[in-house]
């Protein structure tokens, strides 16, 4: 058996055997080609001493192990001569139109028609499970590993709404043969990196080693209208979004409707999901001069975080109703105070990863030491160095991609804070903010508590400024 990893919580490994043919022409070399690829797969999850079940039909064994992979293999096959010309060419989004119209779609989903049957005969739950993933063959003519890495992004959002799985691994083949012997992992917050089967094998155990957490509650305690407006931190926060809107640092919101043509299709996912939309980005300041009650004031303050885009936040034109005030509970959740005159809308999910970290830290020190975050889904690039921010290192073998909103999540944000405080100590505590690189998902800036009145003014001040001085620049996403 292969060494363990911290973060392995041995999840079952589900492979479904009967591929789903959305394109009736395929060759008997796809049968080939998902052979292969579940055999590697099978190999090293048994070497991590993970159970594996190859699934034909309903059968009586109960799993009862909500850690859990799920690969159901789907055909696609050659795609729309349109749609190659589209993606070729890295014409998305603004060609987006003829992807919605011409990429085959299904319904119900597969996450419904095949996922939950399964989950539901071997036990597990939620039904519609967060990895249940579609195992996509595409005749590869255009060359896919090489598509922009935007291309990329926006072909896994239409394969994810037309196929209906939060995940996709798209087999690019050509022949009998996979495309360089890699397939690219797509995932819901815009990963896609092209792995070997063995290295997607590591991937998928840590997405099966996940488990969802944090959420939040509404706390009766009301911050009145005139306290909420003046607030320096509430207004530091909307021009923070018009800034990164207007340096073109948050893309366009995306919207179900616009990636599925049959609209029956789109309100059914909207209806599963629970969300209409989604908006990349989100930010969090530490207001000191709002105080809830005694018993609530744990952090001398509040936090002022965005709302979640399925409420129709636009990040980067914020207004007061689409900033929500928070603070960490102990229970992993983030608690979300009332706004005089206003409706509670919940806060972005990264809520719980800005701020649960800091309740720890918190205890231990008699100070904040991270009074703001900024996440954005970019890469960095460091053309300047400058004493005013540092970098944070990450080695992906502890710390692997996921997603937003679960544990190990959670987990590399607690390190990544740890990790920048213990280096601004190092440097005497002269710099502004330190640059996180958040695996295939983008990039994290923590922002330090100084005795400036700059940053009394606007936490972001020193930030902003290195973007406008071009001592940093964002870039895609590296993927790794």
């Excluded at 936490?459 to 620049?473: A, C, G, N, Q, T």
């Amino acid at each position: 058996m292969k060494k363990e990893f911290w973060w392995l919580k041995y999840p079952t490994l589900i492979l479904l055997k009967e591929i789903q043919k959305v394109n009736k022409n395929m060759d008997k070399s796809i049968e080939n080609l998902k052979d292969y690829i579940y055999e590697i797969l099978v190999q090293e999850f048994k070497e991590h001493n993970c159970e594996v079940i190859l699934w034909k039909k309903e059968q009586d064994k109960k799993v009862k192990n909500n850690y859990a992979i799920i690969i159901n293999p789907v055909f696609l096959g050659k795609l729309d001569s349109k749609i190659e010309e589209v993606l070729k060419n890295n014409k998305l989004p603004e060609d987006n139109e003829i992807l919605k119209e011409s990429l085959p779609e299904v319904n119900p989903p597969f996450a419904i028609s095949i996922g939950r049957k399964v989950c539901k005969n071997l036990e597990i739950y939620p039904e519609l499970h967060p990895n249940f993933i579609n195992l996509v063959f595409i005749e590869d003519n255009i060359n896919i590993h090489s598509l922009s890495s935007n291309t990329k992004v926006q072909l896994i959002r239409f394969l994810m709404a037309k196929l209906g799985a939060f995940k996709n691994i798209i087999v690019p083949y050509k022949g009998e043969n996979i495309s360089e012997n890699k397939v690219i992992l797509g995932t819901l917050e815009g990963g896609h990196p092209s792995l070997r089967i063995e290295d997607l094998a590591k991937r998928l155990m840590v997405f099966g080693s996940c488990k969802e957490v944090g959420g939040y509650e509404e706390i009766d305690w009301e911050i009145k209208e005139d306290v909420w407006k003046k607030s320096k931190i509430v207004n530091s926060m909307i021009n923070l979004g018009k800034f990164l809107g207007e340096k073109k640092l948050l893309s366009e919101p995306v919207e179900i409707r616009n990636l599925v043509k049959d609209e029956n299709l789109a309100k059914l996912i909207v209806r599963l999901v629970n969300y209409s939309r989604q908006a990349e980005g989100a930010f969090m300041a530490f207001e000191p001069e709002i105080k809830p009650p005694k018993e609530l004031n744990f952090m001398n303050g509040i936090f002022i975080v965005t709302c979640s885009g399925k409420y129709g936040t636009v990040k980067s034109n914020l207004s007061y109703k689409d900033l929500a005030p928070i603070i960490p509970l102990k229970n992993g959740k983030v608690g979300v105070f009332k706004k005089e005159k206003e409706e509670t809308i919940g806060p972005s999910v990264e809520a719980e990863e800005f701020t649960l970290p800091l309740l720890e830290m918190k205890e231990k020190l008699d100070y904040l030491p991270i009074i703001g975050v900024v996440h954005l889904h970019r890469g960095y690039k460091i053309l300047n160095p400058s004493s005013k921010f540092f970098y944070i290192p990450i080695d992906i073998r502890e710390y692997p991609p996921v997603g937003c909103g679960v544990d190990l999540m959670q987990e590399m944000s607690k390190y990544a804070m740890k990790k920048a405080l213990e280096i601004w100590e190092e440097r005497k505590k002269l710099p502004y903010f330190a640059l996180f690189y958040v695996p295939n998902h983008g990039t994290n800036i923590f922002i330090f508590p100084k005795d400036n009145f700059n940053i009394y003014e606007d936490p972001f001040y020193y930030f902003k400024e290195s973007v406008d001085l071009k001592e940093l620049i964002f870039t895609d996403v590296p993927q790794v």
